[in-house]
């Protein structure tokens, strides 16, 4: 599952990841709350720039939660080596490796 406003889910929903949740300003602290209590979710990947604006102690259970296994993706640069890294660590596979 996808969650990020509509910019950052656009780019997941036309490489075919249909369950994205659209994270706005009025939504942000219910989405999150919600993504931390349910366990229907494996993985969640997450844009950066939402889980700086929730509240800290929010923000913490998101990054310690281990179900759903949390990916936050910035759009900074290095992001994609650090999202290679993230999902090395998660099940010990290179994606990126021909």
């Known amino acids: 599952m996808v969650f990020g406003d509509k910019e950052f889910t656009l780019g997941f929903r036309l490489a075919g990841v249909r369950d994205c ?3 706005t300003d009025e939504n942000r602290v219910e989405v999150f709350r919600e993504l931390v209590s ?3 979710n494996g ?3 997450l844009n ?3 889980v700086d604006l929730v509240p800290e102690r ?3 259970d998101v990054e310690n939660s281990i179900s759903p296994t949390t990916v936050t993706i910035s759009d900074e640069y290095g992001a994609e080596e650090t ?3 993230m999902i090395l ?3 010990g596979v290179d994606l990126w490796e021909n």
Request: charged share 50%; no cysteine.
């Open 21 to 23: 949740i659209e994270v």
């Open 38 to 40: 349910s366990k229907e």
């Open 43 to 45: 993985i969640a990947v």
């Open 48 to 50: 950066q720039k939402d």
């Open 58 to 60: 929010i923000r913490e």
């Open 83 to 85: 999202l290679r890294k």
């Open 89 to 91: 660590k998660s099940i």
